[in-house]
């Protein structure tokens, strides 16, 4: 099994472009989620999906779009790329939620200048 | 205040040494917490749960206390491969169990 994999490993946007990253896993987790991480700074959820044609908004939703049309798939929208979405995203799957584990995929570094 | 507190570090500590690390959490209804490591430039993985009696995984201990609100995690007999961010993180409430990352300690191990 892979895991989860995120594609692109890194991306250099202007601002005002906009991208998806992609991310898949083949655990056949209903649970998935995408966080940033900030330099120095913990990870924020941005969205997660507790299945498929389920999606809602974690701490910091604004300026980025999900859909989760598969079990395998939840992809992130960045609209409108600016400064501050420039971090290192990563999605990640479980299982359930309460006890189960959260798999990360290998992360995309995104810079927006 | 941050929901999730961690001592940023850097620890440096000697191989063979014994390290401890806390967490403060400001959620009093938070209902699960864990230990995550993350290698420099690498994606988090989970290191350990920590339960309300304690538990322990070879050389590493982590204590829960429920009524300070503290987590603690304790790594006996430090080695090279030790040497990472450890994330403090808590489960919260209500219908999105979200998970709560601390901003993370650095260990780094010396030879």
């Known amino acids: 099994n892979a895991g989860v994999t995120q594609t692109p490993k890194f991306r250099i946007l202007k601002i005002g472009q906009s991208m998806t990253l992609q991310c898949t896993q083949d655990?056949?987790?209903?649970?998935m989620y995408w966080y940033r991480q900030d330099p120095g700074m913990g990870l924020k959820l941005i969205y997660y999906?507790?299945?498929?044609?389920?999606?809602d908004k974690g701490e910091v939703p604004n300026g980025y779009n999900v859909s989760r049309s598969t079990t395998e798939d939840f992809p992130l929208r960045l609209e409108l790329a600016a400064p501050s979405q420039t971090s290192v995203y990563f999605c990640?799957?479980?299982?359930?939620?309460?006890?189960?584990?959260?798999?990360f995929g290998p992360g995309t570094r995104l810079t927006v200048t | 205040r941050k929901e999730v507190e961690q001592d940023p570090g850097p620890f440096n500590v000697p191989e063979g040494a014994t390290v401890a690390f806390n967490c403060t959490y400001s959620?009093?209804?938070?209902?699960?917490f864990f230990w995550y490591r993350q290698d420099c430039r690498k994606e988090p993985k989970l290191l350990m749960s920590?339960?309300?009696s304690g538990n322990e995984d070879g050389r590493f201990t982590a204590q829960l206390n429920r009524a300070s609100q503290y987590i603690s995690l304790l790594i006996r007999d430090s080695k090279l491969s030790d040497s990472a961010t450890y994330l403090c993180?808590?489960?919260?409430?209500?219908?999105?169990?979200?998970?709560?990352f601390g901003s993370g300690t650095q260990l780094t191990v010396l030879p």
């Open positions: 990640a799957s479980s299982l359930g939620d309460i006890t189960y584990e959260q798999y």
């Open positions: 655990m056949n987790h209903n649970y």
């Open positions: 920590v339960y309300s």
């Open positions: 999906s507790v299945g498929a044609g389920i999606t």
């Open positions: 993180v808590v489960r919260g409430v209500g219908s999105a169990r979200q998970l709560t």
């Open positions: 959620n009093s209804a938070s209902q699960s």
